[in-house]
């Protein structure tokens, strides 16, 4: 299992445009990683099932090192295949077309970290938590230079999704000016495509957006 608390921080997730080849994929996981990252995620939509298996198994490798999970977007087959060469602490994230969470949960085990993408939907976060999610992620929160055409969604419906007792991730246009804001609405993780994959320096910027969530909770502290 990993050493870190995924449930809260940073949730970086890769995108196969701003980092083409392998090169660059591990070179820029590996620092952000270093920056102190709660979970990466694997986001690859291209059908090159060769290129995806050996991207995916050295992304594993990177996160074990780290003590930090690594989810797989869309696909539970390389999540399976991943877990029976004994990366365990492989986790899969689900959007609304990507199969049944319910069934996922089953071939995957109790202990696997399964997300999955609620949109602006508390009844999507409801049926999700009730199949077995481990994490309810809502979004777009503001503009999104990776996924424009995501349906938008309002800070307010984080405080809601409290109800569910399980961890709340805010996605879609989060960067170091507005990482704060959401995680006051009520999202205990950030994930981020552009903020983190976007520049040229992913470490720094990991770090940055870390202490913006410390000074954050520190003057909530203060508040009490
Ligand atoms: C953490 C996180 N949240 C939402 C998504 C989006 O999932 P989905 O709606 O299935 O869209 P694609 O990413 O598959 O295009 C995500 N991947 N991760
Ligand atoms: C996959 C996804 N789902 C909703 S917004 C989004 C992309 C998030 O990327 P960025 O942080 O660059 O807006
Ligand atoms: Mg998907």
Redesign the pocket.
Known sequence: MSANDWTRGIYA?T?AVLLPDDAQLLGACEAALRGGLALLQY?DKSTDDVRRWRQARALAALCTEHGVPLIV?DDLALVRRLRVEGFNDVGLHL?QRDGSLREARERLGPDAIIGA?C?ARLDFAARAAADGASYL?F??F???????E?PPASLELLARAGRFGLPRVA?????SDNASTAHAAGAELL????????GKDPEACVRELNLCLKRHAAKFIHRI
């Open positions: 997730i995108d986001r977007n959007g993408t949109h992620a979004g777009r503001f503009v999104s230079r990776t996924k424009p995501a996605i879609g246009g989060i960067d994930a981020m495509v552009h903020a983190v994959f976007g």
